[in-house]
């Protein structure tokens, strides 16, 4: 690993530490908001008219304004630029030397303002579309709603104040801090993350700017900027695809972060043997890929990070990016969709050959009256077939047998006998639709 390339990861690392301090105060501002309303609806008697409805529903839209406000006060958004933008600077100061080596010639690195790169990232779109303005938008509106929508069902219903605070909040701890359940709770998880996501997006557009002033000096003559995903199970499927590609520009590269607590980072490129990176076990190669780093791990790695079908495609011999495209993971559906059932079972599909059984499939040809010519039949002269399951099987009926069968490796996984009723039910639907 270059020694810019190491320093940059080393400061993501403690940058996940900051974003998180910073999430928790967050939420704890949100707590407060939460608590304040709990109290507004536990001094009532009771939500038994239209009127008194509303006066508390004012209340509440006014306390969300007021939580929106200290939660735009309280994202340090200079600070963590700041903080950013000097990193950077020491970062490419200190491998300036390294720089005229590698490219020749004379260095002078530029750095924008402060000013600048604030007025760009709060209205740089974050992730998925959302802004810095919807970020707090959505705080505002979610906690109002969140409130808004028990007490309304609380007045419709009858419920005592006691019960709409407890359905919203959980019940509140011994200790006096609120519980962690209730309806509330996957607000305050949305938040958590989207506080995390933004700050990561200030920082990412920091270096942006940073790098784009900069980026004569980076580069192979060609390519100028790399991807990199963190190689461990934690990376999604999207990341994992893009680790270790090469841009030519800013511009050309995807826009980071790519999704709610992308860890991944852009960085200028620097092609210099005999490096390495770091992984979750250990140093290897900066040749290492995401998809190479995967073939290298056990069953139990590949499969928590792929799931039981990918990791059956992946082993077949398919990579990551069969299982990803524009942009987004491929959801089972739609890699069904991408499965030649045909040309998995390739000549078995003609040859009845009991080798092409897995033990199961044996065991349960005479335990249930089936042959293996049945079999054949039903593969070769299906009645019906299903979409591939989630266990990774296709399910063909045919005139007296039905078959399960590994889409991956045209294993015969499992037979039982097609019933009478199945069989009435689909000639049924064949006479149906052939009228």
């Not at 303002?113 to 802004?131: H, N, R, W, Y």
């Not at 801090?177 to 557009?205: C, H, M, P």
């Not at 580069?219 to 963190?230: F, V």
């Amino acid at each position: 690993m270059n020694k810019f390339e190491s320093e940059q990861i080393k400061h993501q690392i403690y940058l996940e530490q900051y974003k998180s301090g910073q999430a928790n105060k967050i939420i704890a501002i949100l707590d407060q908001s939460d608590r304040k309303i709990a109290e507004l609806l536990k001094k009532t008697k009771g939500i038994y008219t239209k009127n008194r409805y509303k006066e508390i529903a004012k209340e509440i839209k006014r306390i969300s304004k007021s939580l929106r406000n200290a939660v735009e006060n309280g994202t340090d958004i200079y600070g963590i630029i700041e903080y950013e933008l000097k990193k950077q600077k020491k970062l490419l100061s200190a491998i300036k030397d390294d720089v005229i080596r590698f490219n020749g010639g004379k260095v002078d690195f530029i750095f924008p303002s402060l000013e600048q790169i604030k007025t760009s990232a709060l209205f740089a779109p974050v992730t998925d579309g959302m802004t810095y303005q919807n970020y707090l938008e959505g705080i505002e509106y979610g906690l109002f709603n969140a409130w808004d929508s028990a007490v309304r069902t609380g007045y419709l219903i009858g419920q005592t104040t006691d019960d709409i605070v407890r359905g919203v909040l959980g019940g509140v701890s011994g200790d006096g801090k609120l519980a962690d359940s209730g309806s509330i709770r996957s607000f305050r998880n949305s938040v958590y993350r989207n506080t995390r996501t933004v700050l990561q997006s200030f920082a990412n557009e920091t270096r942006s700017r940073v790098f784009e002033a900069n980026e004569e000096y980076f580069g192979d003559g060609g390519n100028k900027y790399e991807y990199l995903a963190t190689l461990d199970t934690r990376s999604c499927l999207v990341c994992a695809n893009e680790d270790g590609k090469l841009y030519k520009s800013l511009k050309d590269a995807p826009k980071i972060p790519r999704h709610f607590g992308c860890r991944c980072l852009i960085i200028p490129y620097f092609d210099i043997d005999g490096q390495t990176r770091s992984s979750t076990d250990g140093y290897v190669s900066d040749k290492i890929t995401f998809d190479k780093w995967l073939n290298m791990q056990d069953e139990k790695t590949q499969l928590d990070v792929l799931g039981r079908t990918r990791y059956e495609l992946f082993r077949r011999g398919e990579k990551i990016d069969q299982f990803v495209d524009n942009g987004k993971t491929l959801t089972l559906e739609q890699l069904d969709s991408r499965i030649d059932i045909k040309k998995v079972l390739n000549n078995n599909i003609s040859k009845p050959d009991i080798n092409n059984f897995a033990k199961h499939a044996k065991d349960r040809l005479s335990e249930r009256g089936v042959t293996v010519d049945d079999v054949y039949d039903a593969i070769n002269n299906p009645l019906k077939t299903y979409e591939v399951r989630k266990d990774g099987t296709y399910k063909i009926i045919g005139k007296s047998a039905t078959v399960g069968v590994s889409a991956y490796d045209g294993k015969i996984v499992t037979v039982w006998k097609t019933g009478k009723e199945r069989l009435r039910k689909i000639k049924e639907q064949q006479n149906e639709n052939s009228e």
